[in-house]
């Protein structure tokens, strides 16, 4: 038996909060009956438990990683019919949804999973989980330009939170580098409009981690489950960082 809140937070339903509000006002029933104290618990695999009239489903929690390959949808399905990330995860019947997203030609880690609340955490702007990216870009960025995206530089949509960069890589020949970039926010393709700013724009981008979690040894375009350490690591993250930015 678990608290009424959590299963539709766990069910993504919505936050905890806003389960707690729509609890109180009377939205939610369980096998036919309306609650509306916060103490109430319920069965999510025995018990039917509806809001607004609608059945949420008491399914097993997944959590995967997949190593995305570019070309690819980070969306459980197209309209247009190209591939999409679900498209990669042969035998997975649950229906799961990725935790925020990677650019069409983005690759590496991406978390998918069926716990709402999971990826509200994981997700949510308060909550600031380190993300890192190796980003090949044309030319090499001097130092003092890697200095402004370290400190935060301004972009259309105001200014970006200190980052952590490094060179990674330089190619002089080729006359690019690529460079290991950790970033707290998750603003729409932000690290491609971070190097575009310093007008070292990225050629190839790359998920390498996410929060502690490392994308390696992961095969492109395969998938594994997270074991209980790597799901709890990543909710301590979560709530470690939000504390910490507080
Ligand atoms: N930043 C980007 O620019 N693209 C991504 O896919 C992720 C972060």
């Known amino acids: 038996m678990e608290r009424l809140q959590k299963i539709l937070a766990q069910a993504g339903v919505a936050s905890r909060r806003k389960c707690e509000e729509m609890i109180q006002a009377g939205l939610v029933e369980v096998n036919g009956e309306k609650v509306t104290e916060l103490g109430a618990k319920a069965d999510p695999a025995a018990d039917v438990i509806t809001v607004n009239g609608k059945r949420i489903r008491g399914e097993k929690k ?23 990330v679900t498209d990669f995860l042969p035998g997975i019947k649950e229906r799961v949804y990725p935790v925020g997203r990677l650019d069409y030609d983005t690759e590496g880690l991406l978390l998918l999973t069926n716990d709402g609340e999971f990826a509200n955490l994981l997700t949510h702007p308060s909550h600031h989980v380190p993300k890192t990216y190796l980003a090949t870009v044309r030319g090499v960025p001097h130092g003092t330009s890697l200095e402004k995206l370290q400190k935060g530089i301004k972009l259309e949509d105001g200014m970006t939170a200190p980052a952590e960069v490094e060179y990674h890589d330089i190619d002089t020949e080729k006359n690019q580098a690529t460079i290991s970039i950790t970033i707290y926010e998750g603003r729409n393709r932000q690290v491609r409009r971070m190097f575009d700013a310093i007008h070292h724009p990225v050629i190839r981008l790359k998920r390498v981690r996410f929060g502690e979690l490392p994308l390696s040894p992961l095969p492109r375009g395969k998938y594994r489950h997270l074991n209980e350490e790597e799901i709890k690591e990543l909710r301590d993250i979560a709530m470690k960082s939000h504390n910490i930015h507080k």
């Open 62 to 84: 997944l959590y995967l990683m997949l190593n995305k390959p570019k070309g690819v949808i980070t969306s459980a399905t197209d309209p247009q019919g190209r591939k999409v």
